[in-house]
């Protein structure tokens, strides 16, 4: 039976299945055999999904090799990827200035910061992490810290530092 579409509300329903267009929102649903979640499958050469805030494009290139492309939009946007889990997380964050990976508890992953100016790798919980930016380097474990730099090597905490080896130690005579 051919179906007629026209600017007006629509509606189609086939077994589970429920699109349904109105006011420039399309909405495409389906439901399993007990009402849970169904497929939704789309299958093209090229698949696109644009909206204001990002856009989202599988596509085979000329070559014949697969190509998944996600933009956002805006200086300060950001890609999130996540698994869902109660307790553990593994999230992968990519923004202006970098790129963010994290993965173990939720409140307190591991992660590892790449960014423009740093890096940064830390293993959650209040364990230990190593910075680089600039010239330095600092392990921190605690409250203890260890800085290499173009001043030498410093020990301390996060109130003061002690020198260890100056940067030009003196030779004895």
């Given at each position: 039976m051919p179906m007629e579409f026209s600017?007006?509300?629509e509606?189609?329903?086939?077994?589970?299945?429920f699109i349904t267009a109105?006011?420039?929102?399309?909405?495409?649903?389906?439901?399993?055999s007990a009402g849970e979640g169904g497929i939704v499958n789309v299958g093209a050469k090229n698949i696109r999904l644009a909206s204001?805030?990002?856009?989202?494009?599988?596509?085979?290139?000329?070559?014949?090799?697969g190509e998944v492309s996600i933009r956002s939009t805006g200086e300060q946007g950001t890609i999130l990827l996540t698994t869902p889990g109660t307790s553990?997380?593994?999230?992968?964050?990519?923004?202006?200035?970098?790129?963010?990976?994290a993965l173990g508890d939720r409140r307190s992953p591991g992660r590892l910061l790449m960014l423009d100016d740093r890096m940064e790798l830390s293993l959650?919980?209040?364990?230990?992490?190593?910075?680089?930016?600039g010239d330095t380097l600092m392990l921190c474990s605690g409250k203890t810290r260890l800085i290499v730099g173009p001043d030498g090597i410093q020990a301390g905490t996060a109130s003061g530092t002690t020198p260890l080896a100056p940067a030009n130690p003196v030779k004895p005579s």
């Open positions: 600017r007006t509300v509606e189609i329903i086939a077994t589970r299945v109105s006011d420039g929102f399309l909405d495409l649903s389906a439901l399993g204001d805030s990002g856009f989202l494009n599988v596509s085979t290139g000329g070559d014949g090799d553990k997380t593994a999230r992968l964050r990519m923004r202006p200035d970098g790129v963010e990976i959650g919980g209040g364990g230990p992490s190593l910075v680089l930016e």
